[in-house]
């Protein structure tokens, strides 16, 4: 079977987009496009998250380029005055820039006209967040989850990579460039990898699946949400035990199972991967199968970053990725993470106009929409260790209802425990 070493023989400077650690100029340039989908607000919120993936796999972004299209050019993405000013910002040798990054993922066309112009290497926002991906996986499961959807990512854009040899037109198969031979030679081992690649996923589904049934019928609580959001810091405080967790996006991307018991009720607390808008398709298709621990969940716990200027939207993103997973509901509890981060702005008095949401106290978003959660929503400091007995209690009564449905009998223990 085709390996990745053999294709990196053949293209050894393209393959490396999946590599940014080897890149030795880590500054990096970001673009992005102010639409009538995404106003001005909308596109400094994306660049900001792109910086943090940027940073995240170890870039260095130093400037930001934006330009307002009715929607992004087929051929270059921006047009071509703002590609020349990039350019021009690029030559500058006191910049010295190694990538350009644009927020949105590109066309094979579009990278190639783009590299073309810009003669530096070019990056999208999907294949930022598959390298994070790759740099993250730990487990066997992870890592093929990972290199299915980098070939799967890679496998239309493979007409850039031979555009350096000749190619002659006209004719049959005998007059045909030694570069579209290599292409379709190319295109042969990428199917026959992802096929390759499809049947390990299988196979590892199948034990995964034993697994879960071996677990018994313990009620299974399930942590959920944005990426960066603290589900691993939360995990490490009810399970005592001992996650990976950083200020990184995707920290964690093997999903962690631990048997918990709070009072006299044990049950099973999963760590998810983490959301983000924009994730790749191939992404979310590959890992469905480490997402089957929000499918088979009793119990969602949706930890939102309270503290982000756009948790609401945030929220949003996890819940139509959840949808998009199960479309079953599922007792929700929502965690209000980092309240010691919370910020806001006082207005003014003179200022007349409506209250913006970052004009908002904690005290007075308590009494918007999130009061019509009542019991089914807490707010939380995961790092300060505040108000996690009071989620402990929550997922012990919800957890209970769960317990008890399932063996009735054990209605009176419960009742004698708790006298």
């Not at 929220?315 to 929700?332: G, N, R, S």
């Not at 981060?341 to 006082?346: L, P, R, S, W």
């Not at 209690?393 to 919800?398: H, L, T």
């Amino acid at each position: 079977m085709p390996s990745l070493s053999r294709l990196r023989a053949f293209a050894p400077d393209k393959m490396k987009d999946f590599i940014l650690n080897e890149i030795k100029n880590k500054n990096a340039v970001l673009v992005g496009l102010i639409t009538p989908e995404q106003n001005e607000e909308k596109i400094a919120e994306y660049l900001d998250e792109l910086d943090f993936l940027a940073d995240t796999a170890g870039l260095i972004p130093t400037k930001r380029f934006v330009q307002r299209l009715d929607k992004a050019n087929p051929v270059t993405f921006v047009g071509t005055g703002k590609l020349q000013e990039i350019k021009d910002f690029i030559k500058d040798e006191e910049n010295a820039i190694g990538s350009v990054i644009f927020d949105d993922e590109l066309s094979a066309k579009q990278i190639r006209n783009i590299e073309k112009e810009l003669g530096i290497r070019i990056l999208d926002r999907t294949s930022l967040i598959l390298d994070i991906f790759a740099m993250r996986a730990q487990t066997a499961h992870a890592k093929v989850q990972v290199e299915l959807a980098q070939y799967q990512y890679l496998l239309p854009r493979l007409t850039r990579m031979w555009t350096h040899l000749d190619r002659q037109r006209g004719g049959g198969a005998i007059m045909r460039g030694v570069g579209e031979t290599q292409l379709e030679t190319d295109q042969r081992i990428i199917r026959d990898k992802i096929a390759f690649l499809k049947e390990e996923l299988k196979d590892i589904d199948r034990q995964k699946t034993v697994q879960r049934k071996n677990r018994g019928k313990l009620v299974r609580v399930a942590l959920v949400g944005y990426t960066n959001v603290g589900k691993s810091t939360i995990m490490n405080l009810l399970s005592k035990s001992d996650v990976f967790a950083e200020n990184k996006l995707f920290a964690t991307l093997d999903t962690t199972v631990r048997k918990v018991t709070i009072e006299n009720l044990p049950f099973l607390l999963s760590d998810t991967v983490g959301f983000i808008r924009k994730l790749p398709t191939n992404l979310i298709e590959s890992f469905k199968s480490t997402l089957d621990e929000v499918r088979e969940a009793d119990i969602l716990i949706h930890v939102v970053d309270i503290s982000h200027p756009q948790f609401e939207d945030q929220i949003a993103v996890v819940e139509k990725t959840l949808y998009e997973i199960d479309k079953t509901e599922k007792p929700t509890i929502i965690v209000f993470n980092k309240i010691d981060a919370f910020t806001h702005v006082e207005k003014d008095e003179d200022d007349l106009t409506p209250k913006k949401r970052e004009n908002y106290s904690l005290e007075e978003l308590k009494q918007t929409w999130m009061s019509k959660l009542k019991e089914n929503c807490i707010f939380i400091s995961a790092k300060e260790k505040e108000n996690i007995d009071e989620l402990k209690q929550m997922i012990y009564n919800k957890a209970k209802e769960i317990h008890i449905s399932r063996f009735p009998y054990n209605d009176f223990l419960y009742q004698t425990y708790e006298e």
